[in-house]
């Protein structure tokens, strides 16, 4: 398993407005068992990685340097 972050972008966040927002870009968890099910693992508002409907979700490619800088945690 690659130790690369990778990223998606929320699409729609019905059914989940509380934990998502529309067009930001979240850093997903390599999660296999909920692949399987069509979910995906994001760390979403609260900065822990929960599962969501796939649907939801655009993967993107992000720069290196943008990618360092996602995943530091907000002081």
């Known amino acids: 398993m690659a ?19 529309v067009r930001k870009i979240y850093r997903i968890l390599r999660d296999e068992c909920a ?11 609260s900065g822990e990685g929960y599962l969501y409907p796939a649907q939801l979700f655009v993967p993107i ?7 360092v800088a996602f995943s530091r945690r907000s002081a």
């Open 35 to 45: 692949s399987s099910h069509g979910l995906i693992r994001v760390i979403d508002e």
């Open 61 to 67: 490619e992000v720069p290196r340097s943008a990618a």
């Open 3 to 21: 130790k690369t972050a990778r990223y998606v972008v929320c699409v729609d966040n019905r059914g989940h407005r509380a934990a998502l927002e």
